[in-house]
């Protein structure tokens, strides 16, 4: 009957007792076990720390060195203290089975010998040391695979504060351009409207000064500030107002719950949008839907500006920063756009997120 399931599992015998290692050798070479023997403690120590073993059957009474001893010099070298010793005792023998497991021992077996009695006591303490080893091997994964969490992660909040930065400064600066441009076309014609857009540039022009020296720390801060959504969308529409003398139309219906999360998201990107039609769009009308449902919230902005082809702006940087926010928080973005035909952009977005 052949009861290792694992051949090859490397066992040394310590016993000065020849017939008892002859025995024992033979009896877990027919198992399929790798089988060292040794006649004394100090060729023990030397050999397992060497080539330690998987498991070490230890007689108790040696000359010279007794098997307490040895297993207590096991225990305390590092290379050696991991492996599971089993005692061998004879049944006319004392043996302090205290002494024994206080020294570092797992198991002890009794002479004469049963095979199915040792046999089925290695087993039990080779696949405690296996499981032990699996173990081992999870815990370095899920090590490695927190690091790599860890290095996502900060991979993800680089990308999020650079989405920030274009989000928050690069609105604000858009707008100051908008502005400078105006004033310069109008300079000539009527200096007096000129001014009144060089004042609000100004004003813009320290906003984005004041972002830049925040730095991350502003970047970090909620950009809602302590309003409801319905208070922050219509800053927004009052900044985009006052930048491109367009009013947009807010239809907003908010008659469930939302998470700080998904206010952020749906803030971000009404506001990325706007920049957008600010930048590119020569709108002359924007709306702005916004509505939950119980299990949705569903955001859609449309201008009817001039539009674009939307295959060929997939990596167009605003664009990108809003399919991912949607993405990161399980939801869809669809954009519509044709040339000379305006663009709208419809989110869906899971209401229930944290």
């Known amino acids: 009957m052949n009861f290792s399931r694992h051949p090859k599992e490397d066992i040394l015998i310590v016993d000065d007792t020849l017939d008892n290692l002859r025995f024992l050798s033979v009896?877990?070479?027919?198992?399929?076990?790798?089988?060292?023997?040794?006649?004394?403690?100090?060729?023990?120590?030397?050999?397992?720390?060497?080539?330690?073993?998987?498991?070490i059957l230890?007689?108790?009474?040696?000359?010279?060195?007794?098997?307490?001893?040895?297993?207590?010099?096991?225990?305390?070298?590092?290379?050696?203290?991991?492996?599971?010793?089993?005692?061998?005792?004879?049944?006319n023998e004392v043996f302090d089975k205290v002494k024994a497991f206080s020294v570092g021992g797992v198991d002890f077996i009794t002479k004469p010998f049963q095979l199915e009695e040792v046999i089925a006591r290695i087993e039990n303490q080779l696949t405690i040391?296996?499981?032990?080893?699996?173990?081992?091997?999870?815990?370095?994964?899920e090590r490695a695979l927190n690091q790599r969490i860890e290095e996502m992660a900060s991979l993800e909040e680089r990308n999020r504060i650079a989405r920030d930065i274009h989000d928050s400064l690069g609105h604000a600066l858009v707008a100051l351009n908008i502005h400078m441009e105006t004033?310069?076309?109008?300079?000539?014609?009527?200096?007096?409207?000129?001014?009144?857009?060089?004042?609000?540039?100004?004003?813009?022009?320290?906003?984005?000064?004041?972002?830049?020296?925040?730095?991350?720390?502003?970047?970090?801060?909620?950009?809602?500030?302590?309003?409801s959504l319905e208070e922050a969308i219509a800053e927004l529409a009052k900044v985009f107002h006052r930048t491109?003398?367009?009013?947009?139309?807010?239809?907003?219906?908010?008659?469930?719950?939302?998470?700080?999360?998904?206010?952020?998201?749906?803030?971000?990107?009404?506001?990325?949008?706007l920049t957008n039609i600010c930048k590119y769009a020569a709108a002359t009308a924007?709306?702005?839907?916004?509505?939950?449902?119980?299990?949705?919230?569903?955001?859609?902005?449309?201008?009817?500006?001039?539009?674009?082809?939307?295959?060929?702006?997939?990596?167009?940087?605003?664009?990108?920063?809003?399919?991912?926010?949607?993405?990161?928080?399980?939801?869809?973005?669809?954009?519509?756009?044709?040339?000379?035909?305006?663009c709208r952009i419809t989110a869906t977005l899971p209401r229930l997120v944290k």
């Open 27 to 55: 009896m877990l070479d027919k198992q399929g076990y790798e089988v060292r023997s040794v006649t004394n403690g100090s060729t023990a120590l030397m050999g397992a720390q060497a080539q330690p073993p998987d498991l």
């Open 58 to 91: 230890l007689d108790i009474l040696m000359p010279e060195m007794n098997g307490y001893e040895v297993c207590q010099l096991l225990k305390a070298n590092p290379v050696t203290q991991e492996i599971p010793v089993i005692f061998i005792s004879a049944l």
């Open 129 to 141: 040391r296996r499981l032990q080893a699996q173990l081992l091997k999870a815990l370095e994964q």
């Open 183 to 227: 004033a310069l076309t109008l300079w000539e014609d009527d200096p007096h409207k000129a001014y009144k857009f060089l004042v609000v540039a100004k004003e813009l022009g320290s906003e984005a000064l004041e972002a830049v020296h925040q730095s991350v720390s502003a970047i970090k801060s909620e950009p809602l500030q302590g309003q």
């Open 244 to 273: 491109t003398g367009i009013e947009p139309e807010c239809h907003i219906n908010l008659s469930h719950p939302l998470s700080n999360s998904l206010k952020l998201v749906v803030y971000r990107i009404i506001q990325e949008g």
């Open 286 to 342: 924007v709306q702005i839907h916004l509505q939950t449902t119980t299990s949705d919230l569903v955001l859609m902005l449309e201008d009817n500006g001039k539009g674009f082809r939307v295959n060929e702006n997939r990596t167009r940087f605003g664009l990108q920063g809003m399919r991912e926010r949607t993405t990161a928080l399980g939801g869809q973005l669809e954009i519509a756009s044709e040339l000379g035909a305006g």
